[in-house]
């Protein structure tokens, strides 16, 4: 069965360090991956997208991911953290059935800036 | 460009009432889709619809239902509210039936009392 799973809940870091949070999925074709940004109280910003090609993809607001086939992985990363990127990240895998598309979601890992 | 707009941000309702939610998509985008998203079951996909039709359905009961009309506005309806049915339902727009990248609004807070 297609899923997501992002193995860290809740991860704090201090501002100005490097930040990587993890993403593994399960699906049987070739996985077309996101990452969104959730602020409280509001949806979804896409962070950045892979489709194919290079397995490294760079998205807005500094973020960058990898996509490794050989580990079913997608991990977020940004080499310095700033205060304002504390909010709430989701994985996604983009899934077709039904003759439509869905996203699959992990649980998402919130993530919390020390000062 | 206009974004997702989700008409309202905030309702609440009585358990056993019924209640729509509403979603303009991104101006010439013709798929819509919604998201349930609650902290115990994180975002679960409810439906999608394409060119007025449904296309695909998640595993909610019958009482979620939607619809899309022809310029591509979707609603969404909950029918005898339970408790349960407390969240944030995300809607999300993309440009073509193929395309699987998807814009989500800002959602619409739904709470049962």
């Known amino acids: 069965a297609q899923s997501v799973t992002q193995p860290d809940i809740h991860i704090t870091v201090s501002e100005g360090a490097s930040l990587e949070l993890r993403c593994n999925y399960s699906y049987g074709a070739t996985p077309y991956l996101f990452w969104y940004v959730q602020s409280p109280g509001q949806g979804l910003q896409l962070l950045l997208k892979?489709?194919?090609?290079?397995?490294l993809v760079q998205g807005i607001k500094g973020f960058e991911a990898e996509f490794k086939r050989s580990q079913s992985s997608f991990n977020l990363r940004k080499p310095s953290v700033h205060w304002s990127d504390a909010a709430e990240y989701f994985c996604?895998?983009?899934?077709?059935?039904?003759?439509?598309?869905?996203?699959?979601f992990g649980q998402g890992t919130e993530l919390s800036v020390k000062p | 460009k206009a974004g997702v707009t989700q008409t309202p941000r905030y309702l609440i309702k009585t358990r056993g009432q019924q209640v729509t939610l509403s979603c303009s998509p991104i101006s010439g985008h013709r798929s819509v889709s919604w998201y349930q998203q609650t902290p115990g079951q994180g975002l679960q996909f409810l439906f999608e619809?394409?060119?007025?039709?449904?296309?695909n359905k998640g595993n909610f009961p019958g009482r979620f239902s939607g619809r899309q009309f022809s310029n591509s506005r979707s609603e969404m309806n909950v029918s005898t509210l339970e408790l349960g049915d407390s969240a944030l339902y995300l809607c999300?727009?993309?440009?073509?039936?193929?395309?699987?990248?998807?814009?989500f609004g800002q959602g619409t807070r739904l709470t049962v009392v």
């Open positions: 619809y394409f060119s007025e039709t449904q296309r």
């Open positions: 996604a895998v983009g899934a077709w059935e039904n003759q439509g598309g869905k996203l699959i």
């Open positions: 892979y489709f194919s090609g290079d397995t």
């Open positions: 999300a727009s993309r440009a073509t039936g193929t395309d699987i990248e998807a814009f």
